[in-house]
């Protein structure tokens, strides 16, 4: 029995296969400092962007709410963030990166900016150009295109 033709390549999952090879390069640095991949994502947006809400952080590091929980109090016990409430709002919380977090980017820069160098050295720069631009098209036209089209409500 075979199944159904499909007209097109699986393209969530070349996106997947991509993410996997090019993580599999940056890991070896996450595990020597003892992160995860959402904790330098994390650590990376606070570092970037200064403090954030847990909601600007999960947008921005594309990991979900309760997972996001989970991943905010384990960096906040490593003492990677610092959490507040706002005085103003007790239901608000704010996220600031800590001087430990702060330590841990500088140290790493240098070792995450020799990764992008090898990958760039292996397929050019042209082609991270282009890849860089291609995936910025698609998430913007993708995104709007989920944005102007009917709610399921």
Same mark, same amino acid.
């Given at each position: 029995?075979?199944?159904?033709?499909?007209?097109?390549?699986?393209?969530? =999952?070349?996106?997947? !296969?991509? &993410?996997?090879? %090019?993580?599999?390069?940056? @890991?070896?640095?996450?595990? +020597?400092?003892?992160?995860?991949?959402?904790?330098?994502?994390?650590?990376?947006?606070?570092?970037?962007?200064?403090?954030?809400?847990?909601?600007?952080?999960?947008?921005?590091?594309?990991?979900?709410?309760?997972?996001?929980?989970?991943?905010?109090?384990?960096?906040?016990?490593?003492?990677?963030?610092?959490?507040?409430? =706002?005085?103003?709002? !007790?239901? &608000?919380?704010? %996220?600031?990166?800590?001087? @430990?977090?702060?330590?841990? +980017?500088?140290?790493?820069?240098?070792?995450?900016?020799?990764?992008?160098?090898?990958?760039?050295?292996?397929?050019?720069?042209?082609?991270?150009?282009?890849?860089?631009?291609?995936?910025?098209?698609?998430?913007?036209?993708?995104?709007?295109?989920?944005?102007?089209?009917?709610?399921?409500?």
């Amino acid at each position: 029995m075979t199944g159904p033709e499909f007209g097109h390549r699986n393209l969530p =999952l070349l996106l997947l !296969q991509a &993410r996997e090879v %090019v993580l599999a390069r940056f @890991r070896p640095i996450l595990n +020597a400092h003892g992160v995860t991949e959402q904790q330098w994502r994390v650590v990376r947006a606070l570092v970037e962007r200064g403090t954030l809400e847990p909601r600007q952080i999960g947008d921005a590091c594309r990991i979900s709410s309760p997972s996001l929980a989970g991943v905010l109090a384990r960096m906040e016990a490593l003492g990677l963030v610092k959490r507040e409430r =706002l005085a103003d709002d !007790q239901r &608000r919380v704010r %996220v600031s990166p800590t001087a @430990r977090s702060r330590a841990l +980017a500088i140290t790493m820069a240098p070792q995450v900016d020799a990764i992008y160098a090898s990958i760039e050295a292996s397929v050019g720069r042209q082609t991270i150009d282009r890849c860089y631009a291609l995936l910025d098209e698609l998430i913007a036209t993708l995104a709007v295109a989920a944005d102007t089209s009917p709610s399921a409500d």
